[in-house]
Structure formats: structure tokens, C-alpha cells
């Protein structure tokens, strides 16, 4: 956006810079509510869903959900790719977790967390353009 005065003097620029706080509010906000609302479609309860500042609030997900039946959370992890398809990770905590506090997000992964059982990998899926660690020909990368 530029604004002048009619004479091109005291001219004012303003431009958002991806990756920062204004692709955070115009792009990865509104995503929060898609995952929110695609997730609520395959588990019953949904406290919190969170596009971490830890990667620009874009590529990065936390979802806390009240856990009903054994295979939940891998339910509401396909539900939160499936409603931002251009997420790289995603963690899926029990309701008591703060998805806002990266303490405590690390916490649940250190105690509750089995990768041999729980971690779910996405191979060979088109990503974001900003997924630098994409093929850079196909974009095409692996989440989970």
C-alpha cells in the first residue's frame, strides 16, 4: 500500500514480509479455524489448535483434543493435513496440554509420546512453498 500526498511527497510504504507476524495473521490465523473445524469432524471435542510461531505460524500445528477412543489422535492429525495441506509437522496433545506454551507441548512428546506406535509419516506429499527442506523441482516433501 502507498499513500502520498498529491505532490508524491511524504510518501508511506507498507509491505507484509513472509514468514513474519503479518503472514502469521493474514494466512496462518484463518488455517487455525479449517483445522478446527475439519478436525471437530472426526473426534468429539477440540480445545485448542495452535500454527506454532516456531515455524512462522504456517508449517508447524498443535491440535489438543479430549482423547474418546484409541486412534484419535492419528484421526485428528489426517483431519488437520487434510484442512492445511501445506503443514510439515503436526502433534496432536491431550486436553490438559497448553498448545501456546512450547514447554509444555515438548513435555507431552518426552512423556507420552511412542514413535514406534504414535508418529505417523506422510511421504512425498506437495508442500508449501515455503518448505525450503522441499524437492525444489517437484516440491514435494514428507510431514508428519
Same mark, same amino acid.
Given at each position: 500500500?502507498?499513500?502520498?500526498?498529491?505532490?508524491?511527497?511524504?510518501?508511506?510504504?507498507?509491505?507484509?514480509?513472509?514468514?513474519?507476524?503479518?503472514?502469521?495473521?493474514?494466512?496462518?490465523?484463518?488455517?487455525?479455524?479449517?483445522?478446527?473445524?475439519? &478436525?471437530?469432524? *472426526?473426534?468429539?471435542?477440540?480445545? @485448542?489448535?495452535?500454527?506454532?510461531?516456531?515455524? %512462522?505460524?504456517? #508449517?508447524?500445528? =498443535?491440535?489438543?483434543?479430549?482423547?474418546?477412543?484409541?486412534?484419535?489422535?492419528?484421526?485428528?492429525?489426517?483431519?488437520?493435513?487434510?484442512?492445511?495441506?501445506?503443514?510439515?509437522?503436526?502433534?496432536?496433545?491431550?486436553?490438559?496440554?497448553? &498448545?501456546?506454551? *512450547?514447554?509444555?507441548?515438548?513435555? @507431552?512428546?518426552?512423556?507420552?509420546?511412542?514413535? %514406534?506406535?504414535? #508418529?505417523?509419516? =506422510?511421504?512425498?506429499?506437495?508442500?508449501?512453498?515455503?518448505?525450503?527442506?522441499?524437492?525444489?523441482?517437484?516440491?514435494?516433501?514428507?510431514?508428519?
Amino acid at each position: 500500500m502507498k499513500k502520498c500526498d498529491n505532490k508524491g511527497q511524504d510518501c508511506v510504504y507498507q509491505g507484509i514480509l513472509p514468514s513474519r507476524s503479518e503472514h502469521r495473521l493474514l494466512m496462518g490465523l484463518p488455517r487455525e479455524a479449517l483445522i478446527w473445524k475439519s &478436525v471437530s469432524k *472426526v473426534v468429539p471435542k477440540v480445545h @485448542a489448535v495452535n500454527l506454532s510461531l516456531g515455524r %512462522s505460524g504456517w #508449517l508447524h500445528a =498443535i491440535v489438543s483434543i479430549e482423547k474418546q477412543l484409541e486412534g484419535d489422535g492419528k484421526n485428528a492429525l489426517l483431519a488437520a493435513f487434510a484442512a492445511h495441506p501445506s503443514l510439515r509437522h503436526a502433534v496432536a496433545v491431550d486436553s490438559d496440554i497448553d &498448545v501456546y506454551d *512450547v514447554s509444555d507441548v515438548e513435555w @507431552a512428546i518426552a512423556t507420552r509420546f511412542q514413535a %514406534s506406535e504414535d #508418529l505417523l509419516i =506422510i511421504k512425498n506429499a506437495q508442500g508449501s512453498t515455503l518448505d525450503s527442506s522441499a524437492d525444489q523441482e517437484t516440491g514435494l516433501t514428507s510431514g508428519g
